[in-house]
Structures are given as C-alpha cells and as structure tokens.
C-alpha cells in the first residue's frame, strides 16, 4: 500500500503507523521511519522519547539514516536533548556517509577540548574532498581563518571564505570583513573588508541575527567576531 506521510493528514499518518509497526518486525529502515514521525516536532503523532528508541533500534539494526537523525536530535543546542558527546557516539560509526562526516565534523568543532576541535578540521577536511555543502565550508573556513596556529591553515581558511563570498554567501562576507578589520591598528586592510560585502549591504553578523553589519564596516564600527 502506498504510505501518505502528509503532516495534516492524522487518519494517514496513523494507518502508516500501523503498517511501518508491522514492517518494523523484519526492516530497519520501517524503524528509522517511525523514529522519523515520531521525532518531527510538527506531526500530530509526535512522542520524542518514543522517536529515539525507534531510531536507536534501527541504528543498532545498521541504519546509518538513523545514525544521523540521532546525531542531529543530540547536536541541536536548542533541544532538550543537547549532548554532543552523544551525538558524536551515534555518528562514529557511519562516517562512510558524508553527510554524517560534515555533522560529526561540526559537533567536534563545538567541544572545548582544542584537541577534539582539530579532530573536528581533520574530519570536515576528508568531507571536503567528496563535496559537502555550502554551510559546511563556511564553519570550516571560518574556524581555520580565526583559530587557525599556521599560516597556511589561515590562508586555506581564508580561500574557503572567499570562495563562497564570490558566490553571495552572505556570512561569508561579513567573516571575510570581520577578519580584515580585526587586524592591529596599522596593518588593517579596509579595501578587502568593503570588497568582501559583495554589495550585500544588511548581510547579518554571524552569531547576531539580523544585525546590519555591512552599514557598520562602511562606518568602520564593526562588531567583535564572537
């Protein structure tokens, strides 16, 4: 029977709960399907304790979509649920998957331990070389331009950002200005800093949402880069 997964549809929903139970017995993936209805804040059978466990067994089963719904539930710093080491356990053993690499990447980035951050770099650098998205460039190029210990790390930082700043990637730009202005009084360079607005001219600060940060380099009162 064909499963119709639409949010508003409740009778739907509860006769592909019925149906995605009884493939539970024998699929992985009916588990990570249930784990997924459960999990999703807007559908009306919404029950996240009862999601995890589903995900949990689909994952122990070899899922690796499960693994990395997990790792999403336990990385988002808005959740109940926040726990990046937990997040990174579920995602450990599926990094075959490149879109868990990127995650698992991120989530190491986050730790406080500069060790693990650089574990994080290593593994967002792997990604890298199979195509990862555009968000994922920026948190690497950002980390490398700003906390990067070696030249080379900083100038490899800085071609990711200016890479996605020709593009129009609006954080980007403002990382690109923020890192130009941020420089000792006498080496600052003012001209990549307005070049790197790209003419976007209310590109918010990264970290304060809908700050209006281009006016405010024109100004040369650019905030502190947290």
Known sequence: AKINLEKGDIESLKESE??????????????????????????????????????????DNGNEYASYKLG????????????????????????????????????????????????????LRAAMEKGVSESTQYVLGKYLAYQGEQKSEIKEGMQMLTELAENNHEYAQVSLGIFYMKKEPGEQNFEPALQSRGGCK???VPGRRGTPGAPLLLQGRWPSAR
């Open 202 to 204: 209310n590109a918010p």
């Open 18 to 59: 019925k149906l995605l139970k009884k493939a539970a017995k024998r699929f992985d993936y009916a588990q990570y399907a249930l784990g997924d209805i459960y999990t999703d804040k807007e559908s009306p059978l919404y029950q996240m304790k009862k999601g995890i466990k589903w995900l949990e067994q689909a994952r």
């Open 72 to 123: 999403k539930i336990y990385s988002d710093i808005h959740s109940e649920y926040y726990d990046l080491n937990k997040a990174i356990s579920y995602l450990e053993g599926s990094t075959e998957n490149n879109h868990v690499k990127e995650l698992l990447g991120k989530c190491y980035l986050k730790l406080p331990e500069k060790e693990q951050q650089w574990k994080g770099v290593d593994i």
